[in-house]
């Protein structure tokens, strides 16, 4: 069996606006193994800036771990636990492997085509009219939770975009989701939070920067909007850590993303900390490829969704790998009757 890296880059079909600035491409790596009949792929979905496993020997190191599956050697996936991005792609690959499809890694209604995963609908950064478009086309296809980024534009305009939505529609008929990535100071949080429950705002991600434990756990014991913890979860990587963390700062909600939090297991530990503290949860994928996407994906609805996920629909990129995942409504599909286009990594 041969086993490859290949790096990737994709590319946004337009400029995305995050707090952490605007996004224009994005590199990936593929890890692909193939005996000449066979091709499976895993994605090792680097994040550049964010992901705990950021490194300048990262390449480096895919590369060796490549070449020592090729000689035989699989390690237990926990055994990449300070390489959570490699450790997803590891488990993905295996996945692909055991399958008799490549491409369909968990077996439920969803890759039989039964079953969609309800998903938020994302509205990205941008100029007011830019992002009340976006919020407009999102409610015309029957979307009926929006995500919103906030914190690097004018606050105030923000707002106004929010307000644009509740002048509309109330609480009960589209449910607000807000995600700051750190962008405000524990000076200022509390303030804005409130601004923002003035308008029943369901949650607010990561209002303040990762490794301020003391003070967001100050911040969600004061705010009257239930606060969620993103990037928080990047860097902390053992199970016991994790239920301490969540002791800790005692959020309303965690978001795991699987490409970054470690794979599987790595949500698996998540999840489990989460029940430990009475947290509640859901699973978002982080700008993925259709190949990590769709492992995400499948992986989720494998574990009975009732509330809506962050998931994206594959839809971001202009040179996306041609995948079975299509949207409908605000539901995320697998079509059985259409494989990943494997070929390309050939």
């Known amino acids: ?108 209604e969803f890759t039989a085509g039964k079953k969609g995963i309800p998903i938020n609908g994302l509205i990205w950064m941008g100029d007011k009219d830019f992002m009340l478009r976006q919020v407009e086309d999102k409610l015309a296809k029957g979307f009926r939770v929006i995500k919103m980024k906030i914190g690097a534009l004018d606050f105030e305009k ?46 607010v991600e990561q209002p303040l920067k990762a490794g301020q434990t003391e003070e967001t756990a100050r911040l969600c014991e004061l705010s009257p909007v239930p606060v969620a913890l993103d990037e928080e979860l990047l860097a902390v990587q053992s199970p016991h850590e994790k239920k301490e963390l969540l002791k800790i700062i005692r959020p309303a909600y965690i978001v795991i993303k699987p490409s970054l939090t470690g794979g599987f297991e790595g949500t698996a530990e998540w999840m489990e900390a989460a029940r430990a503290s009475n947290t509640g949860y859901w699973i978002t994928s982080a700008l993925e490829s259709n190949v990590g996407l769709n492992a995400i994906a499948q992986y989720t609805a494998s574990l009975h969704p009732q509330m809506p996920q962050g998931l994206g629909t594959g839809q971001l990129y202009r040179n996306n790998i041609p995948s079975p995942l299509y949207l409908e409504g605000d539901r995320l599909f697998f079509d059985p009757s259409r494989k990943m286009e494997f070929k390309f990594f050939a």
């Open 1 to 108: 069996m041969r086993v490859k890296v290949i790096p990737y880059r994709l590319r946004f079909k337009f400029p995305a606006g995050t707090s952490r600035g605007v996004l224009r491409e994005k590199q990936t790596y593929f890890l692909v193994a193939e005996d000449g009949t066979y091709t499976a792929v895993g994605e090792c979905a680097l994040f550049r800036g964010l992901s705990y496993d950021d490194r300048p020997d990262y390449e480096d190191f895919l590369r060796r771990f490549a070449r020592r599956l090729e000689e035989g050697d699989f390690p237990l996936p926990s055994d990449l636990r300070e390489w959570p991005s490699i450790r997803f792609g590891y488990e993905t690959l295996l996945r692909s492997l055991a399958s008799p499809r490549a491409d369909m890694l968990f077996s439920s």
């Open 158 to 203: 923000e707002l106004d975009v929010i307000a644009h939505i509740r002048r509309h529609f109330s609480a009960d008929e589209v449910e607000i989701r807000t995600d700051a990535n750190g962008a405000f100071s524990p000076d200022e949080a509390l303030e804005k939070l409130s601004r923002l429950a003035e308008w029943e705002v369901h949650s």
